[in-house]
């Protein structure tokens, strides 16, 4: 896929820099294998290895990205108005959660779909453990009733809750290590 990518965007469709991308690509495929290959054994779950499953979860994926594009722009309003309003209401909260995910794709997804949206930064994301940063008590709110991480289960498979238990970081020694 990423040959094919290089492929389009370059234009260019010469033997030899179709074989030099050929290389590139088995290249960047095998260090990546080398380099992480059993890194993670036994802690995430693994992903089915069928293609009708890997097509349903592109297409859910596909169906997720114009979703969390909708929640990045009413996030941007609502950091907008907490930052331009003259009480500037703003009451930063640090909160850890444990989510119902099990596999490192759908945790990575979770992670970055929570920094994607304004108003809230994945400070750490471990094992299955959230820190998050969150600007406001409705950005709280926004991790809090679960829906994000609803989503991201949806388009892996993988169980979720409808609410999801957060627990406050009041002080330095409460954060994880």
Not at 68 to 78: G, P, T
Not at 152 to 176: K, M, N, R
């Amino acid at each position: 896929m990423l040959f094919a990518l290089w492929m389009a965007f370059s234009g260019v469709f010469v033997a030899e820099f179709m074989i030099i991308g050929g290389i590139s690509a088995v290249g960047a495929i095998a260090v990546s294998e080398l380099l992480f290959r059993g890194s993670h054994e036994g802690t995430y779950a693994s992903a089915p290895r069928s293609v009708p499953w890997y097509v349903k979860t592109v297409l859910r994926f596909l169906v997720y990205l114009p979703w969390l594009a909708y929640q990045i722009v009413i996030s941007n309003f609502h950091v907008a108005f907490l930052v331009l309003h003259p009480k500037m209401p703003i009451d930063p909260t640090l909160v850890e959660f444990d989510t119902t995910l099990v596999s490192e794709r759908a945790q990575v997804t979770l992670a970055q779909s929570i920094t994607l949206t304004p108003g809230t930064v994945t400070v750490d994301a471990s094992d299955g453990k959230f820190l998050i940063h969150c600007l406001s008590r409705t950005t709280r709110q926004g991790i809090e009733d679960g829906v994000l991480q609803k989503r991201v289960a949806q388009v892996f498979g993988e169980p979720w809750v409808e609410h999801v238990e957060l627990t406050d970081i009041e002080s330095a020694s409460q954060v994880p290590q």
